[in-house]
């Protein structure tokens, strides 16, 4: 009686399919993720913080000056000016910075190229005096902002 050695292992067919599939699982798993549109809920989340931080800074600095508002707020949805910037026609509220009393810097949106510009919108309502802190380069479809 003859013995055929017997091999262990695994075909070189058999490894390839095995991989084939585990890129397969791997592509599907990717697109369920959707990492883009992880990345701009990420950035949507700190826009909500953003926002939610200014609103906190300017209505602290209201109280502790009987209700008014920092002078240069207006009623038209202006862009906020980044803390030690070049203003021009954008809302300057270094009020707020001055000292860190109520924040330390101004924060700018995450997805924010412009030099001068912290990515965000404040006005006040001529009527109620209620002021409304907007980002306008939120994704997905979202609106970010905040009354009080």
């Known amino acids: 009686m003859v013995r055929h050695p017997v091999s262990k292992g695994f075909t070189l067919l058999e490894v390839l399919l095995v991989v084939a599939t585990l890129g397969i699982l791997a592509a599907i798993v990717i697109l369920a993720i959707n990492p883009a549109k992880m990345l701009a809920d990420a950035r949507n989340a700190q826009r909500r913080i953003d926002v939610n931080t200014i609103s906190n800074a300017v209505y602290e600095y209201a109280v502790d ?13 202006t862009p906020i000016c980044k803390t030690g910037g070049t203003c021009g026609a954008l809302i300057d509220l ?43 380069a939120a994704e997905n479809g979202v609106t970010v902002s905040i009354t009080r």
């Open 94 to 136: 270094a009020v707020l910075t001055t000292g860190q009393k109520y924040i330390v810097s101004l924060p700018f949106d995450p997805s924010s190229s412009t030099p001068a510009s912290a990515g965000y919108t404040i006005l006040a309502s001529s009527t109620t005096g209620r002021i409304t802190v907007a980002a306008p």
């Open 65 to 77: 000056n009987n209700g008014t508002l920092p002078a240069n707020i207006t009623a038209t949805s």
